[in-house]
């Protein structure tokens, strides 16, 4: 069973910077469509950025791009999100997923992620 771990999360006042990792225990991110999404209470989840860890290519939702770098570390067996300008509005819990056997496009976020991680909490304060 694969199991993705997400680490980083914790609170961060109004124009500051957070990076979450997602890892994945006895797992390599070959060839996967990686994403990261959000969920704020009583919101739909958002996707917020992907990354394809063959080609290395990347998304990013328009919410967070310039703002958000998604990227994957050089054992490709985590991938990282570093979170800079951060707002009030980015307090959510930030989950990582991944679907191997895939690079991701530009509708990844509707993707039928097969593995996700438990969630981290990410609280944003002015």
């Known amino acids: 069973q694969v199991q993705l771990a997400e680490s980083g999360g914790g609170s961060v006042q109004v124009g500051g910077s957070l990076r979450l990792s997602c890892a994945a225990s006895?797992?390599?991110?070959?060839?996967?469509?990686v994403g990261w999404f959000r969920q704020a209470p009583g919101k739909k989840r958002e996707g917020l950025a992907a990354?394809?860890?063959?080609?290395?290519?990347?998304y990013y939702a328009g919410s967070v791009n310039g703002r958000f770098t998604i990227s994957q570390d050089n054992a490709k067996n985590a991938v990282s999100l570093q979170m800079n300008s951060l707002k009030p509005e980015d307090t959510a819990i930030y989950y990582c997923?991944?679907?191997?056997?895939?690079?991701?496009?530009?509708?990844?976020?509707?993707?039928?992620?097969?593995?996700w991680g438990q969630g981290a909490q990410v609280t944003v304060s002015s």
């Open positions: 997923a991944a679907e191997p056997g895939r690079g991701c496009d530009a509708n990844w976020y509707s993707i039928d992620f097969d593995y």
């Open positions: 990354i394809s860890t063959r080609t290395g290519g990347k």
């Open positions: 006895t797992y390599t991110f070959s060839s996967h469509c």
